[in-house]
Nanobody, 124 residues
Framework: QVQLVESGGGLVQAGDSLRLSCAAS????????MGWFRQAPGKEREFVAG????????IYADSVKGRFTISRDNAKNTVYLQMNNLKAEDTAVYYC?????????????????WGQGTQVTVSS
C-alpha cells in the first residue's frame, strides 16, 4: 500500500510563495495519477490540482489557476505543488492523494491513497 507524506507547509504572508512536496513510499508511484486537495476549517475537502502519470496532463481548480502549478518527479517518487501569490483564502490543510487507475480527476472519492496533510496558513 502506498504511503504518502506531505511537507513544506507553513505560515506565510499574502503574496508569498510556498512549495509543497509529497513523497511516496513505492516505486510504482509512476503508475498513479496524483492530486492535491485542501480542507479549510468548517469546509469540505476541495480539489486543488491533478497530474497524470507522466506529468503530461494537469488540471486545476478555477480558484488556483494561474497561481498554482502541480508537477512530479517520478525518479524521486515525489509530487509538488508550487503555490504563488498566496491569499488568505488559501489557508487550509493540504493533502496529496494517489489514484491507482491513472485517472486525473477532481473527485476525492476516486482517489485511493491519502497523506496526512500539511498546514498552510496565509496571513493577510
Amino acid at each position: 500500500q502506498v504511503q504518502l507524506v506531505e511537507s513544506g507547509g507553513g505560515l506565510v504572508q499574502a503574496g508569498d510563495s510556498l512549495r509543497l512536496s509529497c513523497a511516496a513510499s513505492e516505486r510504482t508511484f509512476s503508475s498513479y495519477a496524483m492530486g492535491w486537495f485542501r480542507q479549510a476549517p468548517g469546509k469540505e475537502r476541495e480539489f486543488v490540482a491533478g497530474i497524470s502519470r507522466r506529468g503530461g496532463g494537469t488540471i486545476y481548480a478555477d480558484s488556483v489557476k494561474g497561481r498554482f502549478t502541480i508537477s512530479r518527479d517520478n525518479a524521486k517518487n515525489t509530487v509538488y505543488l508550487q503555490m504563488n501569490n498566496l491569499k488568505a483564502e488559501d489557508t487550509a490543510v493540504y493533502y496529496c492523494a494517489g489514484e491507482a487507475t491513472g485517472q486525473v480527476v477532481s473527485t476525492p472519492e476516486t482517489y485511493d491513497y491519502w497523506g496526512q496533510g500539511t498546514q498552510v496558513t496565509v496571513s493577510s
